[in-house]
């Protein structure tokens, strides 16, 4: 009996190995499990998380005319009508009323010389032509009473009253007096001559502008003896230059090789580095009948057609020659992108903007074709865009930009 009791107080064994081998089996399961899962996660989150590598572009202006413009030249600002303004006396310059920048009209004084001796010399003449005109008026009445005196002797001759000798007398008298009255007049005509040419001479002193003008240069100051010729030492010959807005041009070289694609006439498209952003309208104004045989070009002229105020001569010039001339939409700037830029997310096109080191979705409108791009609104000029982008492609992606060469 007691063998029994202690045989069900035994433990067995086998039943404990298993036990613990399926316990043990079950655990290594979980951990596996577990491990597993963490990998995904770590491979989705380092999916999700790695840098796309994307070509980019950039959204740029464009010009309507760039799409039917045939040529392209550069050139300089000049005036077709500029003079260096003197004068034609030597003296010392009095008076300068311009400065850089002053604008002129025709006939203006812009500043005189001394000239106190040429008005003494206007005023003495004046007097001569007053004396003159004062010996006329005295010969007239002489000659008016001498015809009346010779009048009355024919009279008293016919009668036999006096003798022919008083008759003649009286007769020389009368031609005296028409020749002194004759005398008195060319007299007038002699001082009033002298009296212009003593007013041309005193207007000499005052130096006037030619044409309409603006003043370029100021050559001369007050003080500074000015001559002609400017021969003298330390004298001016010019005392400042000037030039006629309206006579602006744009004066180009035009390879000979393109010569055959312009035409005078022809409509052009200009900018100014000074003016960027604005685009003028003009016409080839003439093509200068020389070449130069160093450079293998011929010049050519494009008048503005459009004014402005802000351009001056010797500015640098970019002219294009167009087709056909440009209309009004034809001079403002689109924005414009590659078309392989623009995608679809949700129905809504738009583009994947760079920012920084990531990317993120723009809708945009999309107009027409200019050439080989495509016209977006909503975005601006510089914005650098991802081209062909992936269907995976999200907003908030990280990229990464190979850079080009």
């Not at 009296?195 to 603006?214: C, E, H, K, T």
């Amino acid at each position: 009996m007691s063998s029994d009791i202690l045989n069900r107080l035994a433990i067995d064994k086998t039943h404990t190995t298993v036990t613990r081998s399926s316990g043990s089996s079950w655990k290594r399961r979980g951990i596996a499990a577990v491990l597993v899962a963490v990998a995904v996660i770590g491979a989705v989150f380092l999916s999700c998380n790695r840098a796309v590598t994307v070509d980019t572009a950039t959204v740029s202006l464009f010009y309507p005319t760039q799409s039917f413009t045939l040529l392209n030249a550069s050139g300089y600002v000049v005036a077709q009508r500029k003079a260096s303004v003197s004068s034609k006396i030597t003296g010392r310059l009095e008076w300068l009323g311009v400065t850089e920048g002053s604008r002129v009209t025709a006939g203006q004084v812009i500043a005189r010389l001394e000239n106190k001796d040429l008005e003494a010399a206007v005023k003495q003449l004046e007097a001569v032509v007053t004396n003159s005109r004062a010996l006329r008026e005295q010969a007239r009445a002489e000659s008016i009473e001498a015809e009346k005196s010779f009048q009355r002797q024919k009279q008293l001759l016919a009668s036999g009253i006096i003798s022919q000798a008083d008759f003649d007398s009286a007769d020389a008298r009368l031609k005296r007096a028409i020749a002194a009255a004759n005398s008195a007049e060319a007299g007038i005509a002699v001082a009033t001559a002298a009296l212009q040419g003593g007013n041309v001479s005193n207007d000499y002193s005052l130096i006037r502008a030619p044409f309409d003008a603006v003043v370029l240069t100021k050559n001369a100051d007050v003080g500074d003896i000015i001559t002609p010729l400017g021969a003298a030492a330390n004298a001016k010959a010019a005392v400042v230059t000037i030039a006629d807005p309206a006579s602006l041009e744009i004066e180009a070289d035009v390879s000979e090789s393109n010569l055959s694609q312009i035409t005078q006439g022809q409509p052009c498209e200009i900018t100014l580095d000074s003016l960027p952003g604005t685009r003028l309208r003009g016409i080839l104004q003439t093509i200068v009948p020389t070449a130069d045989r160093s450079k293998a070009s011929v010049m050519v002229k494009v008048r503005f057609m459009d004014k402005e105020p802000r351009i001056f001569p010797e500015m640098s010039a970019k002219v294009a020659f167009l087709q056909h001339e440009a209309h009004t939409g034809d001079t403002v700037a689109r924005l414009v992108v590659t078309p392989t830029a623009v995608t679809t997310r949700n129905g809504i096109s738009g583009l994947f903007l760079v920012d920084g080191s990531k990317v993120r979705f723009v809708p945009v409108t999309v107009g027409g074709k200019l050439g080989d791009l495509i016209e977006v609104t909503g975005v601006k000029s510089g914005d650098k865009v991802v081209v062909k982008p992936l269907a995976s492609l999200v907003d908030s992606s990280r990229i990464s930009a190979p850079e080009k060469k």
